[in-house]
T-cell receptor, first 115, second 113 residues
Framework: GAVVSQHPSRVICKSGTSVKIECRSL??????MFWYRQFPKQSLMLMAT?????????EQGVEKDKFLINHASLTLSTLTVTSAHPEDSSFYIC???????????FGSGTRLTVV | LAKTTQPISMDSYEGQEVNITCSHN???????ITWYQQFPSQGPRFIIQ???TKVTNEVASLFIPADRKSSTLSLPRVSLSDTAVYYC??????????????FGRGTQLTVWP
């Protein structure tokens, strides 16, 4: 089946630094990827839609200058949390859409802790 | 977007059948109903999708009445490993569109020995 790899699975960074999270579709091409954030005991919140070769579309209330998204190839999208603060600590999950059948596959998530 | 309402939590015992109902009164004609499962610190996993009547796969069944204003996910003979959060989503079908998926609160299912 389709596999989406997220890296790193866990990251701890200091407040004020930036951290990059990668989302890769391993065995299919994904023209569209989605980024979600999930706080403890809460549901997934869609942050942005990442389209290969174009600018990401952000959901209302999500700061595009803080959460930089790059979708440079059909198998890779990256989310960079810039100038991270403790309130950015969360579980970040990506989802990739297989361009051949439009099936959605989620990554295993990245636990970000900002100290 | 059709809003969904699910019970916040449910409890069951191993070997029992579990039915989780989702209400979606404002479902649109083109909307499908999709269920995902999520374990702690993991991404959601697709379980089943349907449009009307009944759909069955190797892990679950999905029952959708004629008015489509609700749906029921049925898990036969649950085990401890079925303890997870289950999300009901209503929208464009998985497999034919690039629509965004919006998750509701989900149902925490806890299976006891």
């Amino acid at each position: 089946g389709a596999v989406v790899s997220q890296h790193p699975s866990r990251v701890i960074c200091k407040s004020g630094t930036s951290v990059k999270i990668e989302c890769r579709s391993l065995d299919f091409q994904a023209t569209t990827m989605f980024w979600y954030r999930q706080f403890p005991k809460q549901s997934l919140m869609l942050m942005a839609t990442s389209n290969e070769g174009s600018k990401a579309t952000y959901e209302q209330g999500v700061e595009k200058d803080k959460f930089l998204i790059n979708h440079a190839s059909l198998t890779l999208s990256t989310l960079t949390v810039t100038s991270a603060h403790p309130e950015d600590s969360s579980f970040y999950i990506c989802s990739a859409v297989d361009r051949s059948n439009y099936g959605y596959t989620f990554g295993s998530g990245t636990r970000l802790t900002v100290v | 977007l059709a809003k969904t309402t699910q019970p916040i939590s449910m409890d069951s015992y191993e070997g029992q059948e579990v039915n989780i109902t989702c209400s979606h009164n404002n479902i649109a004609t083109n909307d499908y109903i999709t269920w995902y499962q999520q374990f702690p610190s993991q991404g959601p996993r697709f379980i089943i999708q349907g449009y009307k009547t009944k759909v069955t796969n190797e892990v679950a069944s999905l029952f959708i009445p004629a008015d489509r204003k609700s749906s029921t996910l049925s898990l036969p003979r649950v085990s401890l490993s079925d303890t997870a959060v289950y999300y009901c989503l209503v929208g464009e079908p998985r497999g034919s569109t690039l629509g965004r998926l919006y998750f509701g609160r989900g149902t925490q299912l806890t299976v006891w020995p």
